[in-house]
């Protein structure tokens, strides 16, 4: 599954050796959400009939079961279901079963009189249930088609525990089965599952059944079922495998890129892998209304409607981006969480990271061009900002109830995750990284896996010890700085834990001790040694200049030079490669918020990026400057300004305003952030000019926005504009030309200062945005600090609403935006927003809730130290 990122762009500015194990508690005896182990299903046979006008089901099904000993119930998961009789089949006996549920287990219990014999049996239920609106389990969907009518569709979300939503069943990774799934239908609607269709016969009533072939063995998380007016795309082949691209009706032409990723992924991951694509084909369904940015069901992946259909020709490399490594992360899974499936909830975090690293690998397959895994490096930064608070958590942590899992879809499951594993293909090297994973997957085909049998696999093809270093990384918190210092002999490199809030009365947390840290160290000849850092420090030998100690910027951890080590690498910045200048400058501002490096050794980092003109590394100096300006007072403001403008103005000179002919897909990203910075932080007027005058000729339709420009353009315009651009960018929002526009302008509504149009957009919330989207539009106007006093009222106000209707996994990401409450305009709230949170605690995603509160109390930390004088530094 791939969490939801509607808008990640650039320019978003913002000794001893440890070993631990995993606890995994998950024999029935020690956890008592876990199904009996003496009972498990062989093939299920399900019949649903949804009403779209009532918004119910129907459903039957037998399942055939294993029971390896006599005993006289079953249990079952099964939540919001009316289970209307069961039976089961034992020895030839049919036995009447009665009904007993237990609510928070989430079990139910057929329980018979006679005798369930060791051996094979059937079990058969009827049931019915609710489509309701929660985006999970068995739910419907409405979209508007191109002639203005309303369309309802049945759709599912079963990760991860939200199958028993839709029948009963095992409803837990291990107890793989085969599914053999029928749908009675109106006869006009499209009905889609994982597999090809079978028959389809019309019953006479107006109905239809459809019957899909059986499934592979597979989880019950990966069943899918779709049914509505929906237009099926031609269908296209990779190799043997037909493919086609579902979307609501009209919207198929935006389905043609889909078709090329999809050709690429399989063909790419087929080779990569070294088996085959392992379902019969590839569905690619456009959900209207889907909380998740997408999920791997076998066969019928589905999808937010941004993350799969999109137009290439007006779309920024951002949003392509997006689109092309959600499609590839998806078919990534096909081998990597549904041929191989982890045993419990525990593992989700390595199907998700191992996704998350495969997508990039796919995508810089498919695009060299795009550098991904420079953006890569950001968004391993994003992770990196978490993982430096005492509220972190271990990537792979104990789940007992299914709905622990549900904290597992965060920043350090996937982008932590997948960066630890590129640290460690880096560190093996390509061929022996792949020759474990092929191992892996060999070894496991069509059953279950733990994350030690991946760190096994790797180690036989390695002759490394994986297992000892991933541990370190997996089973705890945090993350190390890697320090260097000269020395009389040389150098000497050690580790410390890092954290943000680092005095002695702070608490440490989650955050680790001691790591095995595989790090790359280069040397001014250009030699690269890579060593294993498992002491406290080590010492290097003498080498002519100061050694790189992150070398090609892949390691997961700071880096601290000593103040000359620090002057020489500043000096020699644009000879490192470009992960290299991300580092250093990311890790200067990690280092400064920390209370590590001054404040003016941070802005002599920033003055050097005048030169940059890579948007990556500029994106990290965005970052630093946004942070400067929200903790500067009214008064110190024109003086981040100059600072901004001091460094963006030579990196737009460098470009100029308009795109050319000649630029390559960084230039234009580039050019975008130096308009972002200059039309926002440094107010400056020319910039801003520029930005009104390009939105309103597209406004009157005569040229239309520069797809990489038109995030930073509307942000400028809505952060100096007022109800008539408001009133504009609102037309478009309701009116897109594809799911990427409709995003940028609902965007787009959240930079406005006034608190009219504040509460307007809070209106909106609750009224015509989609549910899947109003939480991210309200976590994105709670950060500007213009308005985020008026959003906060809103919230607190409408919690209750809130809560009910938006999907229960975005609630914590539209609280986290809390953490940005140090600003001048709200930092007086902050006790305030401490007690709402402590009052208003959530059923999952706390631990998101957590983190916030912890960067509120970084930032409010800098904000003590330096508003009020910042001009010493920045003068």
């Not at 060791?118 to 969907?141: M, N, P, Q, R």
């Not at 959600?326 to 419990?344: N, P, Q, R, S, Y």
């Not at 990290?620 to 008064?635: D, E, Y």
């Not at 950060?783 to 809103?794: D, G, K, L, Q």
């Amino acid at each position: 599954m791939d969490k939801p990122q509607p808008c990640i762009r650039y320019g978003g500015g913002f000794g001893l050796v440890l070993v631990l194990v995993s606890e995994n508690p998950k024999d029935t005896q020690s956890n008592p959400y876990k199904l009996p182990s003496h009972t498990r299903p062989i093939r299920y046979s399900i019949l649903l009939e949804p009403d779209l006008v009532d918004l119910r089901f129907n459903g039957t099904e037998t399942i055939e079961i294993q029971v390896d000993k006599d005993c006289s119930e079953v249990k079952l998961n099964s939540v919001a279901l009316d289970i209307l009789t069961a039976s089961i089949t034992s020895g030839g006996k049919e036995l009447a079963a009665s009904v007993h549920f237990d609510p928070e287990m989430e079990i139910v219990t057929l329980r018979t009189d006679g005798t369930i014999q060791t051996g094979e049996a059937l079990v058969k239920v009827d049931f019915s249930g609710e489509l309701w609106a929660g985006l999970a389990g068995f739910y419907h969907s409405v979209y508007t088609d191109a002639d203005g009518n309303k369309e309802t569709i049945a759709t599912t979300q079963f990760e991860a525990t939200d199958a028993r939503r839709a029948f009963p069943c095992f409803d837990e990774p291990e107890l793989k089965a085969i599914f053999s799934i029928s749908i009675r239908s109106n006869e006009d609607l499209m009905v889609v599952s994982n597999y090809p269709e079978k028959s389809s016969t019309r019953t006479g009533d107006g109905k239809k059944l459809t019957v899909f072939e059986d499934t592979m063995v597979m989880s019950s998380y990966l069943v899918a079922f779709v049914i509505g007016n929906l237009e099926a795309s031609e269908t296209s082949m990779s190799g043997t495998t037909p493919i086609r691209v579902i979307t609501p009706n009209g919207k198929g032409h935006l389905g043609s890129y889909a078709h090329l990723v999809a050709d690429h992924s399989i063909k790419f991951f087929t080779e990569w892998f070294g088996i085959a694509y392992p379902a019969p084909k590839m569905d690619l369904l456009a959900i209207p209304d889907f909380a998740a940015g997408a999920m791997e069901n076998l066969g019928a992946i589905t999808f937010r409607e941004a993350d799969l259909l999109i137009d290439p020709e007006s779309a920024s490399m951002d949003e392509q981006i997006r689109v092309t490594e959600v499609i590839c992360h998806e078919i990534a899974h096909m081998w990597f969480g549904d041929l191989v499936t982890m045993k419990w909830w525990n593992g989700i975090w390595l199907n998700e990271a191992f996704a998350t690293y495969m997508s990039f690998a796919a995508v810089d397959a498919f695009r060299p061009d795009w550098r991904v895994w420079e953006r890569f490096g950001i968004m391993s930064l994003m992770a990196q900002e978490i993982d430096s608070l005492a509220t972190t958590r271990p990537i792979e942590y104990p789940v007992i109830a299914p709905s622990d899992a549900d904290g597992m879809f965060d920043l350090l499951t996937y982008e932590k995750g997948g960066s630890i594993l590129r640290m460690l293909e880096q560190y093996l090297g390509l061929e022996r990284f792949r020759a474990g994973i092929r191992l892996y997957l060999q070894k496991h085909a069509y059953a279950n896996a733990e994350t030690t049998d991946l760190w096994d696999a790797l180690e036989e093809a390695s002759g490394e010890p994986v297992r000892l270093i991933m541990d370190t990384w997996v089973f705890q918190g945090g993350h190390p700085t890697v320090s260097l210092e000269t020395t009389a002999g040389g150098f000497r490199i050690s580790q410390q834990p890092f954290r943000y809030l680092s005095r002695p009365e702070d608490l440490k947390g989650a955050i680790g001790d001691n790591w095995q840290i595989p790090v790359g160290i280069r040397t001014n000849d250009g030699t690269t040694a890579k060593v294993l850092l498992s002491d406290e420090s080590l010492g290097l030998s003498e080498t002519a200049g100061v050694p790189v100690i992150n070398a090609d910027g892949s390691g997961f951890y700071r880096s601290h030079y000593d103040q000359a080590s620090s002057s020489a690498i500043l000096s020699g910045l644009r000879e490192l490669s470009t992960l290299e200048r991300l580092k250093f400058v990311s890790d200067s501002v990690a280092l400064w918020q920390s209370e590590t490096l001054p404040l003016a050794n941070l802005v002599e980092v920033l003055r050097a990026l005048g030169d940059e003109r890579d948007p990556t590394v500029l994106a990290a100096g965005q970052s630093a400057l946004s942070m400067l300006n929200r903790i500067a007072t009214p008064a110190e403001r024109p003086l981040v300004a100059t600072l901004a403008s001091s460094i963006f103005s030579k990196v737009l000179d460098g470009f100029g305003m308009s795109s050319d002919i000649g630029d390559s897909a960084q230039d234009r990203a580039a050019r975008a952030i130096a308009l972002d910075v200059l039309g926002t932080i440094a107010n400056d007027v020319e910039v801003r000019d520029y930005c009104f005058e390009a939105f309103r000729m597209d406004m009157a339709g005569d040229v239309g926005l520069e797809p990489d420009q038109a995030g930073s353009i509307l942000h400028v315009v809505s952060t100096h504009g007022d109800e008539t651009e408001f009133a504009f960018i609102l037309d478009r929002y309701r009116h897109p030309s594809s799911p990427q526009d409709e995003m940028r302008f609902l965007y787009a509504l959240t930079g406005f200062s006034q608190a009219g149009l504040a509460s307007r957009l809070c209106s909106m919330a609750l009224g015509e945005v989609r549910t899947q989207d109003a939480p991210y539009a309200i976590a994105r106007a709670l950060a500007n600090r213009s308005i985020s006093e008026v959003v906060y009222r809103f919230i607190e106000t409408n919690f209750t609403e809130i809560k009910s209707r938006f999907p229960e996994n975005s609630l914590p990401r539209m609280l986290s935006s809390l953490g940005s409450f140090y600003a001048d305009e709200n930092y007086r709230l902050a006790p305030e927003v401490r007690k709402f949170v402590g009052d208003n605690p959530l059923k999952s995603g706390s631990k998101t809730v957590d983190q916030a509160m912890e960067k509120l109390e970084v930032g409010l930390r800098v904000r003590g130290s330096y508003a009020g004088r910042l001009a010493e530094s920045l003068k």
